[in-house]
């Protein structure tokens, strides 16, 4: 039974992804059940996991018995559990949102939706636990497929945006693919804990600086590091409310976790620093990236295109927490994995439901009335905002603290400026919002019709999972060095 | 410091958050505007009692401490009563018992808007200034210092006009950017050392630095701490936090936030670098510098002010760098001046403050030369106004000239005739911008006043004690318990 802990979440979601066009009945809602049953299964699968994981070691699961590096196997270690744990956790709450606005977004789509959402976990479960290189190619491209889908189900224009997107993956995709052939053709294995083994004995190999360079560059893409960003702030902007909610609380996190599994546990931390430093290309890249994405959000005036600039940022951050190749950059990138899911994905279910209550997430056109009518979700904005720019005692304000410290470590006394910077950066962009809709009375009686709305809040499945999100920050931010000493501590990769 | 001194005691911890209590009780209690202006009463004596319960034992040299969680690897979110920090909490939940009163006279003479808000957030800023005051660490000094700066942007804001909303931008932006420099001045402390624990004689004291580290750690420490404790130039968004309403200036623009800066460039001077560090490096010159040159020239433009709160905000930015040279002597009186200074100027200038708001709300007159005869209808205010004034300026028995008068034995005692000289003409600039309203509200016919009389008494009780309280600090400094010995006793830890 221990054994197959790591397999049980991709098979709840397969399942679930066939069930649900399976049992088609008259009420579309039971689609909604049945995907909020598995993924509420597959989070309590994963908090199971990580206590196993925690307490036991790692567990290795064989497919069908076929051993590496002949047959595929899953590994959960404390990393790729806690990753799970963080990705089923998110998508549950966000789920619970999505009901309503799905209803109204995306009438008479909600089968095919939820069934395509189920493929994309089943996608991000995989390539978070496998152990193979080839399968987790396979994954990504499980998960690459279901998310155009679920993107292109948008606004206006929202196909052209996954078109945009499916030709940057794609070539994503390939350059990961690329990549891999090179590594097996010197290797000879594709098993990640088979290559950390024969990686040093090869260390000179120019193919292997080839095979690492493509397959960085093809994650690198579908984690959107700058300047790879492109397909981003459109597919973002213009999927439907939850579908954004979705990819950006967890989309880009499973890239940044494939890139630390690269990076860090199979070529090591001495191979990508010394031998061939691409953290030190890294870096500036994520420094970079921290600039021009939230100078970008700034010159945003719609709410959603304006928080998916900042998710460059806030890759940037991440890239640059992993550059940093000391324990507390890295403890400063994973707890941003978790701090980010958790902002971003309350960030989006505001503009969400913003986005149903008055019909528009214009930056300009919030006013106070906003506020007034709608507390809850301005309260848990707030406490978003507050975390994103970094203050204490909300989570945003630690990882920026891990990072900080972990750029001092190295005495990359730019990139400490890079990260301060970007506090204020954030801080012209979120207060601006928020004195908007505290502040600011409306121009014109139009406007103050357009949100007349007919009740407070938009009901209790749309607000429920903000306020926990919220709390969720406040606890992040005051027990992270509980998660710090009891999880992430216990990921630490060899050589750091 | 000493382990046998110190004892575990949760009342620093309820100190501060006897007043966060208060506020879901003040925001529940909206529609009842008594019931609500009660709980901000209860949490005010009640915070001045669990502070002023911490007198007895910190006298006999006992420290009141409480580690609470853990908010990064080995710093806690950590309170510790030390003696400076009850002297500066003493103070600050003092005034508030006065402020709170007052407050209630003002807004509701006023009938400002929002009042909810008002009070709970004037609240959230007592709970963080009394947990600035018993940090015993940096990390948690930060996390309270930036509360401190977010609860504080609903007060500036409160008239929510134009220029209330540029005022709090520019306070956003001054105190963020603070912020950011302490953090990054933390970190680096805290890679040099380790530690982060406040110490009496210096985190930084047997750490070997050299000049390309201290210099540049000093100045992003002083960016951090100078913006709130107003050294020029980083003083410019005190002035035009002026619009908040008059209460909020009084405590918070005299007392509560421009004193946690100076507090902070105390805890700075004496308790991270110390006074060995500061003296080897030269530190003290530049700090010295910067206070000299800011008390002169604010002097100089508080002359040229008419609005009567913007000549008490320059004549604050002034008072405020008396302290920060009183540090920078780095002598026992020096320090026994500054710190006296923190708890005189307050007194005097909360006095001065109140007195312009009785005047807005009496009359509606905001600029000096509208002042002319008001004397004669509001005497008990402009007395109240004249012995503030003249405890400023130095004049005995008023507490000012105790402060002034150590202020200059330690000039005296570190050879430094030039900073004598400094002080005494200083206290000129302040005879010559105070004694003309005195002179204008007594001795010129006014015009307009018939039908007028005193302020309401919610106004005038408060400011007259404060007022009287100035007069006795200055006869009798030990009247109540020893506050003098108290603040020798600071003074002297520090050189030791």
């Known amino acids: 039974m221990i054994k197959n802990f790591p397999v049980i979440i991709p098979a709840i979601y397969l399942t679930a992804a066939l069930l649900i066009p399976l049992l088609r009945s008259r009420h579309e809602r039971y689609a909604h059940s049945i995907a909020l049953s598995a993924v509420f299964a597959a989070a309590l699968v994963s908090i199971n996991n990580i206590y196993y994981v925690i307490n036991n070691g790692t567990i290795h699961y064989h497919f069908g018995g076929w051993t590496p590096p002949i047959g595929i196997e899953y590994v959960l270690d404390p990393l790729s559990a806690f ?80 078109f945009r997107y499916l030709l940057l993956g794609t070539i994503g995709a390939s350059f990961f693919l690329l990549g891999l052939g090179f590594l097996y053709m010197v290797s000879g294995s594709l098993n990640m804990s088979d290559l950390k083994e024969i990686i040093p004995l090869l ?66 931390v001495e191979y990508v620093t010394e031998i061939f430093p691409v953290t030190l290309v890294l870096g500036w890249l994520g420094a970079a990236g921290i600039i021009y994405g939230s100078i970008l959000a700034i010159a945003q005036k719609e709410m959603k295109s304006m928080l998916a600039y900042s998710s460059v ?65 301005m309260a848990c904005f707030t406490v978003a905002a507050i975390s994103m720019i970094g203050l204490p005692p909300v989570a945003g304000f630690f990882s920026k603290w891990y990072l900080v410290l972990g750029a001092v470590d190295n005495r990359q006394w730019i990139f400490m400026g890079v990260i301060l910077l970007s506090s204020l950066l954030n801080a012209v962009y979120f207060f601006r919002i928020i004195e908007n809709v505290y502040i600011k009375s409306s121009d014109s009686d139009e406007e103050m019709k357009s949100c007349t709305l007919a009740e407070d809040e938009p009901g209790f499945s749309m607000i429920g999972p903000l306020v926990l999100f919220a709390m969720t920050l406040l606890l992040l931010g005051l027990f992270n060095v509980y998660i710090v000493n009891n999880i992430i501590l216990l990921m630490m990769p060899p050589g750091l | 410091m000493n382990n046998e001194m110190s004892y575990i005691s949760y009342v620093p911890f309820l100190a ?145 006009t134009p220029e209330a909303i540029s005022g709090g931008r520019k306070y956003l932006a001054y105190t963020l950017t603070a912020g950011l420099c302490l953090i990054a001045a933390s970190a680096w ?21 050299s000049p390309s580290v201290a210099v540049p750690l000093f100045m992003l420490f002083l960016a951090g701490v100078g913006v709130k404790a107003g050294i020029m130039p980083l003083h410019g968004w005190l002035p035009s936090a002026m619009v908040a309403p008059t209460p909020v200036s009084a405590l918070l623009h005299a007392v509560a936030v421009v004193k946690s800066g100076v507090f902070a460039v105390i805890r700075v001077v004496g308790f991270v670098f110390g006074p060995n560090v ?110 503030g004034a003249m405890g400023l300026a130095g004049v005995p028995p008023v507490n000012g000239f105790l402060s002034k008068w150590f202020l200059a034995l330690g000039a005296l005692e570190a050879d430094k005739l030039f900073i004598l000289g400094i002080f005494i003409i200083s206290g000129l600039l302040n005879a010559a911008y105070f004694f003309p309203i005195v002179h204008r509200a007594f001795f010129k016919e006014g015009v307009n006043l018939e039908g007028y009389g005193e302020a309401p008494l919610f106004m005038v009780v408060p400011l007259v004690c404060t007022a009287v309280f100035s007069v006795i600090l200055g006869l009798d400094p030990d009247l109540f318990f020893n506050f003098y010995q108290f603040a020798f006793e600071i003074a002297n830890s520090l050189l030791r």
Request: aromatic share 12%; proline share 2%; with cysteine.
């Open chain 2, 16 to 160: 501060v958050m006897v007043s966060l209590a208060a506020v879901p009780l003040i925001i529940l209690s909206d529609k009842k505007p008594n019931l609500r202006e009660s709980w901000t009463l209860i949490a005010a004596f009640v915070k001045f009692a669990l502070v002023f319960s911490l007198v007895p034992a910190a006298m006999q040299g006992y420290t009141a401490e409480v580690n609470l969680l853990e908010i990064s690897p080995g710093i806690h979110l950590a309170l510790k009563a030390d003696q400076f920090g009850i002297f500066f909490a003493l103070i600050a939940s003092g005034l508030w018992i006065f402020t709170s009163f007052y407050s209630i006279g003002y807004v509701r003479g006023n009938s400002e808007k929002k009042q909810t808000r008002y009070f709970a957030s004037f609240a959230v800023c007592l709970s963080s200034t009394i947990g600035v005051a018993f940090s015993a660490n940096l990390l948690t000094f930060i996390v309270f210092y930036e509360i401190l700066t977010i609860a504080t942007y609903p007060l500036v804001i409160h008239k929510e």
């Open chain 2, 278 to 387: 500061m003296e080897n490096f030269n530190l003290n010159t530049i700090l010295a510098a910067f206070a000299g040159t800011t008390i002169i020239l604010a002097s100089l433009i508080a002359l040229k002010q008419d609005n009567l709160k913007a000549r008490l905000a320059y004549s604050t930015v002034g008072h405020l760098s008396y302290i920060v040279l009183g540090a920078a002597l780095l002598t026992e009186a020096g320090f026994l001046g500054g710190i006296l200074h923190i708890a005189t100027h307050a007194t005097m200038k909360i006095t001065l403050f109140f007195c312009a708001g009785a005047i807005y709300v009496n009359l509606h007159r905001e600029n000096i030369s509208q002042l002319d005869g008001i004397g004669k209808i509001m005497p008990w205010t402009m007395g109240a106004f004249t012995i």
């Open chain 1, 313 to 377: 940022a806030q890759i940037g951050y991440i890239t640059l927490g992993i550059s940093m190749a000391n324990p507390l950059g890295f403890i400063g990138a994973v707890l941003h994995i978790i701090n980010h899911a958790f902002m971003k994905g309350a960030l989006f279910l505001v503009a969400a439901n913003l986005r149903i209550r008055t019909g528009h997430s214009d930056i300009s056109r919030l006013h106070k009335v906003c506020a007034k009518k709608m507390p809850v979700t």
């Open chain 2, 189 to 209: 402390v805290y890679d040099l050392t380790g530690t982060l624990d406040f110490a009496a004689g210096g985190i930084l004291n047997h750490v070997s630095l």
């Open chain 1, 83 to 162: 990753v799970v744990f963080v990705i089923n956790s998110v998508v549950f709450f966000i789920l619970i949102h999505a009901v309503k606005v799905n209803a109204i977004e995306l009438h008479s789509k909600e089968i095919p939706y939820y069934s395509v959402v189920m493929l994309m976990m089943l996608g991000f479960n995989g390539m978070i636990m496998t152990g193979d290189f080839f399968n987790l190619f396979v994954f990504l491209e499980i998960s690459s497929l279901s998310v155009y889908g679920l993107m292109a189900m948008g606004d206006r224009g929202s196909a052209f945006a996954s």
């Open chain 1, 203 to 268: 260390s000179n190999s120019p193919v292997l600086i080839i095979a690492l360079t493509l397959m960085v560059t093809g994650v690198g893409i579908k984690m959107a590091v700058f300047p790879l960003h492109g397909w981003l702030p459109d597919a973002y902007t213009l999927a439907s409310s939850s579908t954004s909610a979705l990819i950006a609380a967890i989309g880009t996190k499973v890239s940044a976790y494939v890139m630390i599994r690269i990076l860090f546990f199979v070529f090591g």
